[in-house]
Nanobody, 123 residues
């Protein structure tokens, strides 16, 4: 299983970005979740959002509720994280991660990780 995150960049506060996560390696019959984590400079990695295989269950960290939106396209094997109303505090490396089965917000339960994409929000 491989994941590749892309779409990061430099944006002004109040701006928007769309991150994408390309997933490969799962069998067609397998159900897998897609999660997004982020790590800001000097801080630990934290969960941002996750979405179940069918997309019916979504989780958002309190810090991003109402500003970020997660979705996925199983036909394309891609996940997306829409970042809106960005704040300087959102600057971080964003990682997509995946696991089989039910959603989880815990890093340790995700065996598959992408390489990360950098989001920088200027004030």
């Amino acid at each position: 299983v491989q994941l590749q995150a892309f779409g990061g960049g430099l944006v002004q506060a109040g701006g928007s970005l769309r991150l994408s996560c390309a997933v490969s390696g799962f069998k067609t019959s397998e159900h897998y979740v897609i999660a997004w984590f982020r790590q800001a400079p000097g801080k630990g990695r934290e969960v941002v959002s996750c979405i179940s295989h069918e997309g019916g269950r979504k989780y958002y960290a309190d810090s991003v509720k109402g500003r970020f939106s997660i979705s996925r396209d199983n036909a394309k094997k891609e996940g997306y994280l829409y970042l809106d109303s960005l704040e300087p505090e959102d600057s971080a490396v964003y990682y997509c991660a995946s696991k089989r089965g039910v959603s989880s917000i815990y890093q340790s339960e995700h065996p598959y990780w992408g390489q990360g994409t950098l989001v920088t929000v200027s004030s």
